[in-house]
DNA sequence: CCCAGTGTCTTTTTT
DNA sequence: AGACACTGGG
């Protein structure tokens, strides 16, 4: 059967579109059409007479949702193949079957700053004391749990971690202060439709049914959840498609269980294992550095990566002396490339591993004149102004939103304080009632003065009059609660010129309001907008059309490819980053997103470091990553940046030997000055100097040194740290303190003249 | 109750 | 550097 859908495919890829029953495993290497082979399998099986809606395709991902929606629709225009992302093809099956899990059908969905709100409130209710833990922390165990589908009753504190004996307090508690408000958070999505698939065997039969071929993109970042979701909607129709490279999972850290993918094969009878590892995208030498440095990952299903494009360039690798030559030098070679047009704008990428890290490369950018767009930043959605107007739109579809409630009801001031939130929340509570309701009775609350109970009683009027526009189309009622509210009024008054700006972009949320009642003329209901904005994200709306050069972090650079890719920062503590050294499996995630940076790139590849960096305010001494010398080096161009010196590699190595583990980001040499003497002659020496301090043996007999004999970048010795760094100074006189980074890795703040801390060289 | 000023801590990554 | 929580004065 050879037709349009299997021209130019490999034998392999052929393979993975003709199969249409039973369970499939497609191992996907970096660039091997991975997306063409998922499409042109769907327009297969509904050529063979699946019908579209027995078909769903899942995605983590809006942006994948929505070009594979596309691409599916060019080869089958007819279809309405349900493609979607996990999130929001479970919001769909909450919203219908909201009550055997607790839930109102106009349920909120939570955000993690919402979700967080909720989760203080819980550690609050259950007057945990939180010594040795932070919300943040405790949130993410919480989310751990869920995504290990442990439920809050189920919950047991691990008596070796501190975090999860609060967890087991507090989660029951968060969980029903969620439902309370008649909310989920992202997890509860994905949890509570499998936990509802477990408890009601005939829903789970039904919707088997159903959908009855899924399909799985990027497998490798599933969690447990997503797997036991997808495995209980493939028991009658073992009909699972999943597609996925285990050397490209990097979600590790929020739940994504590695062994799903690598144990596929022992799930499902009969699995046919598909290996895609013929490469469209790179060059071999970019595919050859790629290998070299994923081959020392253990836990991994060997794959040879194979390509017929020309050898191309070699990779190569740059060391700069600072930070800022480093971004000087990217932006004149691209400025330059660009203009013997050689090279567009779009054809660059740079990538890093912190966002943190984009301004360097902005500023050089900017003045350079090259056009540029930073993918990620501050998302639309969570912006103050827009969370604001949003808030209360969640108000109007679920009265029982605290988070909302509390969010606005004193936006803008309309003296309603702490106190009195606080008040409203107590007798919300004493008395199982939403806090909107609360507010309805203020003025029988005791403890409320009557000041206090009048303002919120024009709350509650105001909430009233926009609550009657809940029908209307979403513009309206957008466009009702600014002018209600004064929200608009307070914006358009000011002169101030950032909320000139907030005026803009609650401007661009009326549009995108418009846009959505244009698109949803019949069914265009608040809740779904809501659920629409809730599950979106800035990163999605990234625009290839555009002729810029693209600056984001490697997470967000998957499924992406560039002709031309930079990748900066490569150093300890940033890549791998300094939380990821507990454990091997974390390095191995991080050596998988250095590989997935890599594979990006389909011509040239530049991997760079900075001897000096400029980072979170202070300039640090760097040492270079480990994964660098994981690297064909002899295919490689090692060179000097700008004429400067680079080390050789032996000189790299013995660097590299020195120190007792890792010793990222040793010392500092004070703030930053505007114009930094970045060409100093013996600037280039610093690192290894800074190594050679390190080395030299602690001195048992150094004496103990006045306050001010201590300085910035210093090597110390402390009796029961041992050896370290000064990194950080501050106070004076006898309240002189210096933070000292030690090599065990601890980092410790002293006060210099009560500690033990001495010198650790020897003169 | 509100505001401004100070101190602390960070975010690695995202639905 | 910048966001955020906390403090103390108005």
Redesign the pocket.
């Known amino acids: 059967m050879t037709d349009s859908l299997f021209e130019g495919l490999t034998s392999a890829q052929r393979d993975a579109v003709s199969h249409v029953d039973g369970p499939i495993l497609v191992l996907a290497g970096p660039g091997s059409g991975k997306t063409r082979v998922v499409t042109h399998r769907i327009a297969y099986m509904l050529r063979s007479g699946v019908y579209s809606s027995q078909i769903v395709a899942l995605t ?4 994948a949702a929505q070009e594979m929606r596309s691409r599916v629709e060019r080869l089958a225009p007819e279809s309405t193949v349900w493609v979607s ?4 093809f479970c919001a769909r099956l909450l919203r219908a079957y909201s009550n055997l899990v607790g839930l109102e059908p106009n349920y909120t969905i939570y ?3 919402d979700s967080l709100q909720i989760l203080k409130r819980a550690l609050q209710t259950e007057e945990i004391s939180m010594t040795h833990a ?1 919300p ?1 922390k405790v949130a993410k165990a919480i989310s751990w749990a869920k995504n290990n589908m442990v439920l809050p009753e189920r919950y047991e504190a691990n008596s070796a971690n501190a975090i999860s004996s609060i967890v087991q307090d507090v989660y029951p508690e968060y969980q029903r202060q969620l439902r309370a408000a008649n909310a989920v958070d ?2 509860d999505m994905l949890m509570l439709v499998a936990q509802m698939l477990q408890e009601n065997p005939e829903l789970r039969a039904a919707l088997d049914e159903r959908f009855r071929y899924i399909l799985v993109d990027e497998y490798q970042d599933t969690n447990l959840v997503q797997y036991l979701l997808v495995r209980s909607l493939s028991q009658q129709h073992p009909n699972l498609g999943v597609t996925g490279d285990p050397d490209q999972s ?2 590790g ?2 739940g994504a269980n590695l062994n799903n993918i690598l144990d596929y094969e022992k799930d499902f009878d009969q699995v046919k294992v598909v290996r895609l590892e013929q490469n469209f995208r790179s060059t071999p030498n970019i595919l050859s550095v790629a290998d070299h440095l994923i081959g020392h990952n253990k836990r991994r299903k060997k794959k040879s990566l194979f390509t017929d494009h020309p050898t191309g360039k070699p990779v190569r690798f740059l060391s700069y002396v600072t930070s800022h030559e480093e971004a000087q030098a990217i932006a004149t070679r691209i400025a330059t490339y660009v203009a013997q047009g050689k090279r567009q704008p779009r054809d660059f990428a740079i990538f890093y ?4 890290l984009s ?1 360097a490369y902005e500023e050089a950018l900017r003045q350079q004149g090259i056009p540029y767009m930073i993918v ?1 930043g ?2 639309f959605y969570h912006r ?1 102004e827009i969370k604001d107007v949003l808030g209360y739109a969640m108000l109007v579809n679920n009265p029982r939103d605290d988070v909302a409630f509390t969010r606005v009801v ?1 936006t803008p ?9 606080l008040k409203l929340q107590v007798h919300a509570l004493d008395h199982g009632i939403s806090m909107l309701d609360a507010a309805r009775e203020a003025g029988m609350i005791d403890s409320l003065n009557k000041r ?1 109970a009048v303002a919120v009683a024009k709350f509650v009027a105001i909430f009233d009059r926009i609550s009657l526009k809940i029908n209307q189309p979403v513009e309206e009622i957008l466009g009702a609660i600014l002018s209600e509210t004064g929200l608009r009024a307070q914006y358009e008054d000011s002169d101030d010129e950032e909320d000139v700006s907030r005026l803009e972009n609650i401007d661009e949320l009326l549009s995108s309001a418009r846009e959505f009642d244009f698109q949803h003329p019949e069914d265009g209901t608040l809740e779904q907008y809501l659920e629409d904005k809730a ?3 800035e ?2 709306e990234f625009d290839t059309a555009l002729d810029r050069v693209t600056l ?2 490697l ?2 650079a998957k499924g992406l490819e560039f002709p031309h890719v930079f990748m900066v920062a490569i150093e300890e503590g940033l890549l791998p ?4 050294k507990d454990s091997d499996a ?1 390095l191995e995630e ?1 050596r998988r ?1 250095m590989f997935v940076g890599i594979t990006r790139a389909q011509e040239e590849l530049e991997l760079s470091t900075a001897n000096q960096r400029d980072f ?3 300039r640090m001494m760097t040492v270079p990553s480990k994964f660098l010398f994981e690297l064909p080096r002899e295919e490689m161009d090692f060179q000097a940046a700008l004429g400067r010196y680079a080390p050789t590699s032996q000189e790299w190595e013995d660097v590299h030997d020195i120190p007792p583990d890792d010793f990222s980001q040793i010392g500092e040499s004070g ?2 000055s505007d114009d930094s003497p970045s060409n100093s002659p013996s600037s280039h020496t610093r690192m290894l100097i800074t190594a050679a301090d390190m080395v030299k043996g602690p001195s048992s007999s150094a004496p103990k040194l006045n306050p001010d004999q201590f300085h910035q970048s210093m090597a110390v010795i402390h009796p029961n740290y041992g050896l370290g760094k000064i990194i950080a100074m501050s106070g004076e006189g006898a309240k002189r303190t210096a933070t000292v980074q030690f090599v065990t890795g601890d980092q410790k703040k002293f006060v210099l003249a009560y500690s033990e801390l001495r010198s650790a060289s020897s003169s």
């Open positions: 983590f991902t809006n942006k992302t996990f999130h929001r955000d993690t700053s932070t943040e992202f997890d990097i979600y850290w929020r591993r912190v966002n943190a301004r990620s501050v998302e103050k004193n001031t309309r003296g309603i304080g702490k106190t009195t939130i206090a599950l979106v994200n990163t999605d984001m972090t997470h967000a980053h300094e939380r990821s974390q991080e997103l979170r305010g202070r703030n930053i």
